[in-house]
């Protein structure tokens, strides 16, 4: 069974920072990009973030590049989503995602066409 268990959500003052995690489990790591997707009440789905796991290449929305940055630990099977200078506008429900193979934009910018499994949300409150 594939599961991408999402953690690390919260609240969280403007300008403040929260570290999110998803472990990963029942596939081969190496073998997917894993990213974030999130949602807004009353919004699409946006993707986020994502990075490939066989060679670290990594994808970021314009609306967070120079304040969030992926990670992954492979011995964990897990990846990392640092979140810092965080504004009102990042308020969402936080998603994890695998992708096979590696990060497409296609795949972010399209709001998740493409992805094979998806995680349960993790909630991601900025107030300002």
């Known amino acids: 069974e594939v599961q991408l268990q999402a953690s690390g959500g919260g609240l969280v003052q403007s300008g403040g920072s929260l570290g999110l995690s998803c472990v990963v489990s029942?596939?081969?790591?190496?073998?997917?990009?894993i990213g974030w997707f999130r949602q807004a009440p009353g919004k699409e789905r946006e993707g986020v973030s994502c990075?490939?796991?066989?060679?670290?290449?990594?994808y970021y929305a314009d609306s967070v590049k120079g304040r969030f940055a992926i990670s992954n630990d492979k011995a964990k099977n897990t990846v990392y989503l640092q979140m810092n200078s965080l504004e009102p506008e990042d308020t969402a429900v936080y998603y994890c995602?695998?992708?096979?193979?590696?990060?497409?934009?296609?795949?972010?910018?399209?709001?998740?066409?493409?992805?094979?499994?998806w995680g349960q949300g993790t909630q991601v409150t900025v107030s300002s």
């Open positions: 029942g596939i081969t790591f190496d073998d997917y990009g």
């Open positions: 990075i490939t796991n066989s060679d670290g290449t990594t």
């Open positions: 995602a695998a992708e096979t193979a590696y990060c497409a934009a296609y795949t972010y910018r399209s709001g998740g066409n493409g992805i094979n499994y």
